[in-house]
């Protein structure tokens, strides 16, 4: 089915370690981004693309990278984690060109939790 | 003061009851989208709207850009529709962002 893969869906980790968050769609969408969503805060912003090889950072990017060398991936980077990126982590995509369509399709999200 | 406010952000009701969550926003926007998100659950988008009423089913978006406000009814409210409703705001500046609510948990009991 079209839409949005999110891998992994559950993850624990220990600070200090890295690892890469798994998104990859296959709408032809053009803009890709990722989300955190925290009791009480909301879903925030972390990274988002408007197309191969352009990114730009978000409300929280701190600790996180990113890349899309591809239309189709956007892998999430977190470079060492700390317990404060214990988060539901959510990636989505949509058409961005002017007069298409805005709509957005979300990944079944990542549960992270660091120890 | 947050761009996105929601209310109310917890709702209880019984089960057929019309429903309705209000959302505002104070910033200018090229598109309002409603998700839903049921518990444990992946966010699925329900509207996007851009002016007047969407509806789909028993679920009915509304949006008036003059007032900045936008409402989402459930008529005939069933179990299943228990979930957290987002409202989510798509920025007009610069690059393609949207700006999230707090979420309203609605809860339908039998």
């Known amino acids: 089915n079209a839409g949005v893969t999110q891998t992994p869906k559950f993850q624990v980790l220990k600070t200090g370690q890295s690892m890469t968050l798994q998104c990859a769609q296959d709408m032809n969408h053009e803009y890709m981004s990722w989300y955190r969503q925290d009791p009480g805060m909301g879903l925030r912003l972390i990274h988002y693309?408007?197309?191969?090889?352009?990114?730009d950072q978000g409300e929280v990017p701190n600790g996180y990278n990113v890349s899309r060398s591809t239309t189709e991936d956007f892998p999430l980077r977190l470079l060492s984690a700390a317990p404060s990126q214990t988060s539901v982590y959510f990636c989505a995509s949509s058409s961005y060109k002017a007069g298409r369509d805005y709509g957005y399709t979300f990944g079944s999200g990542t549960r992270l939790t660091v120890v | 003061k947050n761009e996105v406010e929601q209310s109310p952000q917890n709702l209880t009701a019984q089960e057929g009851e019309f429903i309705t969550i209000n959302c505002s926003y104070s910033v200018g926007i090229s598109a309002l989208h409603w998700l839903q998100q049921h518990p444990g659950g992946g966010i699925v988008s329900l509207f996007m709207l851009s002016s007047g009423k969407k509806k789909h089913g028993r679920l009915i978006a509304t949006i008036n850009i003059q007032e900045k406000h936008s409402s989402l009814h459930i008529t005939a409210s069933h179990p299943r529709d228990s979930a957290v409703y987002i409202c989510a705001a798509l920025k007009v500046q610069g690059a393609q962002k949207l700006v999230f609510g707090q979420g309203t948990r609605l809860t339908i009991n039998p």
């Open positions: 693309s408007v197309g191969a090889g352009i990114t």
